[in-house]
């Protein structure tokens, strides 16, 4: 069956370049290419992995993922796990980007083990709108706390203890 957006509903320009993009997509991609987020099927819709953002993968899993009509989302950040990955087409990752920026979920490296878990709420949340309302919950409860502890122990950051990624 056709991917193609007008498949059955207008004439064709070039059936023949058309048919060739679909199957170029269907090997490229696979038949079943599906975002684990919206569960679009949809070859059309979709792109291909740049190669660029998987240099960090082992080989096996640079050639699943370059075959595959996916990018791989970085659940937590690269900073926090940059091995924690889940694929997702281009639109959902676009989206989910943009809702942790809006929650304020930072992709830098945290300079504490608090201000990690924060950003792994806020990340984890930002796909997963279910959870959005306990996990704003969790990041102001870490947020208390980071405060309080700048408030009452303003050296907390420089201790060992409070690290990130966790050294001792």
Do not use: Y
Not at 31 to 60: G, M, N, S, T
Not at 97 to 125: D, F, I, N, Q, Y
């Amino acid at each position: 069956m056709s991917t193609r957006p007008n498949a059955g509903t207008m004439p064709e320009h070039d059936p023949i370049g058309n048919d060739v993009r679909e199957a170029r997509r269907e090997r490229t991609f696979g038949p079943d290419a599906v975002c684990v987020l919206c569960l679009e099927p949809d070859l059309v819709k979709l792109r291909p992995v740049d190669p660029k953002i998987l240099r960090d993968l082992d080989k096996a899993a640079l050639r699943r993922c370059a075959r595959s009509t996916l990018e791989l989302d970085h659940l937590v950040g690269k900073a926090i796990d940059k091995h924690l990955t889940v694929p997702l087409c281009h639109n959902c990752h676009l989206e989910v980007t943009e809702l942790r920026r809006c929650v304020g979920a930072s992709m830098k490296a945290p300079p504490t083990t608090l201000h990690a878990v924060r950003s792994a709420v806020l990340s984890l949340v930002a796909a997963m709108p279910k959870a959005q309302a306990l996990g704003a919950k969790m990041a102001d409860g870490i947020n208390g706390v980071i405060d309080g502890l700048d408030r009452e122990l303003p050296s907390w950051r420089t201790k060992t203890w409070a690290r990130w990624p966790w050294t001792h």
